[in-house]
């Protein structure tokens, strides 16, 4: 029971002194990093597309979620080859699974934020209406958390210096959230590269916020695909992350 105690208190934590101490001490990084999403909506305001500022939000609580979670390879390589935290913290009885949770944890911290001030969006917009569906926004944000959190830590492995790091999590972010349909439906590309639009797990984590708001209408078979393809890759990347890191004794 008191080593639980103690796992317990150290991702608790890891995720105050990575997520809530920066923001506590710099609120500008916190209005920088909301900026970005929220400058999308802004633009199809001004464009008067008002109909499509509902996938403006969609697409704003996506690209908050990956791009605090790939913004953790940044943190992961800093505290690993420079500050030597990594080491130190492995050296303490907390085992490495509390370590990474921590620090995943403190990218879901550092999203909140932003992450609140889109589904106030939602409510104001009319998108979010009842506690079901925001029940079910949290838990696809959540598994799109730990989906792409794995992939930090996986290409983590595969990087030696932090010269690299802040463009990889930058294209990432931006590659990943704004190419796919995740400002925009779906139902506006051809039909024969719906599957392999939807590939990208911000895709689909989009994808399915439109189908269960009410968004957008669809075929079954694709609602199951989108499913099937965030949870198989949330479990594949956390394997390859597992299996990487036990051959590089990360």
Same mark, same amino acid.
């Not at 500022?53 to 390589?77: E, K, P, Q, R």
């Not at 106030?120 to 792409?148: E, F, M, P, Q």
């Not at 590939?199 to 009410?214: H, K, M, N, Q, R």
């Given at each position: 029971m008191r080593s639980m105690g103690v796992r317990f208190r150290s991702i608790i934590t890891l995720a105050i002194f990575?997520?809530? &101490?920066?923001? =506590?001490?710099? &609120? $500008?990084?916190?209005? +920088?990093?909301? *900026?970005?999403? &929220?400058s999308y909506i802004f633009l199809l305001v001004m464009i008067g597309r008002y109909e499509m500022i509902s996938y403006g939000f969609v697409g704003g609580l996506v690209m908050a979620m990956s791009a605090s979670s790939y913004g953790l390879i940044g943190d992961i390589i800093w505290y690993r080859i420079n500050l030597k935290l990594q080491d130190l913290f492995l050296a303490t009885p907390a085992p490495s699974w509390a370590y990474i949770l921590g620090l995943s944890l403190s990218a879901y911290v550092w999203a909140s934020p932003s992450l609140a001030g889109f589904i106030l969006i939602g409510y104001v917009?009319?998108?979010? =209406?009842?506690? /079901?569906?925001?029940?079910?926004?949290? +838990? *696809? @944000? %959540? !598994?799109?958390? #730990?989906? @792409? +959190?794995?992939? +930090?830590? *996986?290409? $983590? /492995?595969? #990087? =030696? $210096?932090?010269?690299y790091v802040?463009?990889?999590?930058?294209?990432?972010?931006?590659?990943? $959230?704004?190419?796919?349909? !995740?400002?925009?439906?779906? %139902?506006?590309?051809?039909?024969? &590269?719906?599957? !392999?639009?939807? @590939?990208p797990p911000t895709a689909s984590t989009a994808f399915l916020i439109e189908v269960y708001t009410g968004m957008i209408s669809v075929d079954l078979i694709y609602v199951v695909y989108a499913v099937l393809n965030l949870m198989l890759q949330t479990i594949v990347f956390a394997l390859l992350f597992i299996r990487r890191s036990k051959i590089i004794e990360w």
């Amino acid at each position: 029971m008191r080593s639980m105690g103690v796992r317990f208190r150290s991702i608790i934590t890891l995720a105050i002194f990575n997520g809530y &101490i920066p923001m =506590r001490n710099n &609120i $500008s990084w916190v209005v +920088a990093f909301a *900026l970005s999403p &929220i400058s999308y909506i802004f633009l199809l305001v001004m464009i008067g597309r008002y109909e499509m500022i509902s996938y403006g939000f969609v697409g704003g609580l996506v690209m908050a979620m990956s791009a605090s979670s790939y913004g953790l390879i940044g943190d992961i390589i800093w505290y690993r080859i420079n500050l030597k935290l990594q080491d130190l913290f492995l050296a303490t009885p907390a085992p490495s699974w509390a370590y990474i949770l921590g620090l995943s944890l403190s990218a879901y911290v550092w999203a909140s934020p932003s992450l609140a001030g889109f589904i106030l969006i939602g409510y104001v917009i009319g998108v979010l =209406r009842d506690i /079901t569906i925001l029940g079910i926004i949290i +838990a *696809l @944000t %959540t !598994v799109l958390w #730990i989906n @792409t +959190a794995s992939t +930090a830590f *996986l290409l $983590s /492995t595969f #990087i =030696r $210096s932090e010269k690299y790091v802040w463009p990889l999590s930058s294209i990432l972010g931006l590659v990943l $959230s704004v190419f796919p349909p !995740v400002y925009y439906p779906l %139902t506006i590309l051809p039909k024969e &590269i719906w599957f !392999v639009a939807l @590939t990208p797990p911000t895709a689909s984590t989009a994808f399915l916020i439109e189908v269960y708001t009410g968004m957008i209408s669809v075929d079954l078979i694709y609602v199951v695909y989108a499913v099937l393809n965030l949870m198989l890759q949330t479990i594949v990347f956390a394997l390859l992350f597992i299996r990487r890191s036990k051959i590089i004794e990360w």
